[in-house]
């Protein structure tokens, strides 16, 4: 059959045309725009000056930019590693199940995901809220002294930590349970033909073939993390919300409290640079996961 290349290569680049618009209007124009603003003292909108590199020159002398810093670091460590395991365990435990009992127990995992963070602040106000409580009054009946979790800079990153390890995790029990619905059952059942202990089948069957899913729910979790500002901005109101700053909350007091449009897009681009290299290094375990193989 004779084929015209012209008019297929005609209309492949009609169908991908609307895609590459839309994604150069709403990506690539505003990042490119983001760049040369990072080099001007320019308003969030408006006419600028050009000042060259001035903007990332003042950041490590940021005493704000470093608590963001340090801040979004220490809020990836509570977050990343514990709720990939969190998941992982829950992912393992349904499997356990099976019939009506699996799907309604997947589906209460499942349901803090779809909730918007406005009902998830809701939810976790009413539980942790120093006055109000219901775990306040809980401590109280232990006789416990109340913790102002929310309003003390020791507690705060943990407690949104836990109450984000709740929300999310939902999202990667499921990719967790297409992982180990996808392995073999003959490997599980020659490994019981040898009396292979349930530590050792994990350790060298359901670990190395999950690898693969691993290394995506830790860089989606990466990333997802590394942007955190709701439950910040949120769980922050009548707290001590500078204390409490992570680095897309700073961009959001720089660009729209402050109305500094040149140092909140420096800080943007140094929080896009540190998600170009968490892609990088998915890049990498996925291609340490295909040679495990």
């Not at 220490?74 to 998941?87: E, Q, R």
């Not at 009413?126 to 232990?142: E, K, P, R, S, Y």
């Amino acid at each position: 059959m004779l084929r015209n290349t012209k008019k297929e290569w005609l209309i492949g680049y009609i169908l991908v045309a609307p895609f590459v618009a839309i994604y150069g209007l709403i990506f690539v124009y505003p990042t490119i725009d983001m760049f040369l603003l990072s080099f001007q003292d320019a308003p969030l909108i408006g006419a600028g000056t050009y000042v060259g590199v001035d903007n990332y020159t003042r950041l490590p002398s940021d005493r704000r930019f470093d608590t963001a810093f340090w801040n979004t670091v220490y809020f990836v460590v509570l977050t990343v590693i514990p709720g990939t395991f969190v998941a992982l365990g829950i992912a393992m435990g349904v499997t356990r199940l099976s019939g009506r009992i699996q799907s309604l127990v997947l589906a209460l995992f499942f349901l803090p995901y779809i909730l918007p963070v406005s009902v998830v602040y809701r939810i976790w106000d009413w539980t942790m809220n120093f006055q109000f409580g219901i775990a306040m009054h809980v401590l109280d009946t232990l006789g416990i002294d109340r913790v102002p979790v929310f309003q003390t800079s020791t507690w705060f990153m943990p407690a949104v930590a836990f109450v984000t390890i709740w929300w999310t995790c939902g999202f990667s029990v499921l990719l967790f349970l297409a992982g180990l619905r996808a392995i073999p059952q003959d490997i599980y059942e020659a490994a019981s033909l040898d009396n292979t202990s349930g530590w050792r089948t994990f350790r060298h069957i359901t670990w190395p073939l999950l690898w693969p899913i691993t290394a995506l729910v830790l860089t989606i979790q990466l990333i997802l993390q590394l942007k955190i500002f709701d439950q910040v901005y949120l769980f922050s109101q009548g707290g001590r919300p500078n204390d409490n700053l992570v680095m897309v909350y700073y961009i959001f007091q720089r660009a729209f409290v402050n109305n500094q449009g040149g140092r909140a897009a420096a800080i943007a681009v140094v929080l896009f640079i540190m998600v170009i290299i968490i892609a990088a290094l998915n890049f990498q375990l996925m291609r340490m996961s295909e040679r495990r193989k």
